[in-house]
């Protein structure tokens, strides 16, 4: 099993910046995939950033030009770094963590959620 500790959410004026950390643990023989999504009260959970283990990054509209998802393979560790954050942002973020078990099992992981809060 995968185990994924977040980390970096808060309450930031618009405009602002945080920087979210999402360290993978566990029974793992790779890595493949990892990405951030986002819940907002009465909304569906949405993609915002992924990054495979090879190639290029993806994100959503909304967030392109102010977020970058950036990895570190060493550490397992998949971040999120939020500028010019809009008070639209807020939301429960969650990582999102795709890895192949030491056994060769493949896996589909989540944070408990960590919580941005952008005042106006």
């Known amino acids: 099993q995968v185990q994924l500790v977040e980390s970096g959410g808060g309450l930031v004026q618009a405009g602002g910046s945080l920087r979210l950390s999402c360290a993978a643990s566990g029974s793992i023989f790779r890595v493949n995939a990892m990405g951030w999504y986002r819940q907002a009260p009465g909304k569906q959970r949405e993609l915002v950033a992924t990054?495979?283990?090879?190639?290029?990054?993806n994100y959503a509209d909304s967030v392109k030009g102010r977020f970058t998802i950036s990895r570190d393979n060493a550490r397992n560790t998949v971040y999120l770094q939020m500028n010019s954050l809009k008070p639209e942002d807020t939301a429960v973020y969650y990582c999102?963590?795709?890895?192949?078990?030491?056994?060769?099992?493949?896996?589909?992981?989540w944070g408990q959620g960590t919580q941005v809060t952008v005042s106006s």
């Open positions: 999102n963590v795709l890895a192949t078990s030491t056994l060769l099992v493949a896996l589909d992981s």
């Open positions: 990054i495979p283990s090879g190639g290029s990054t």
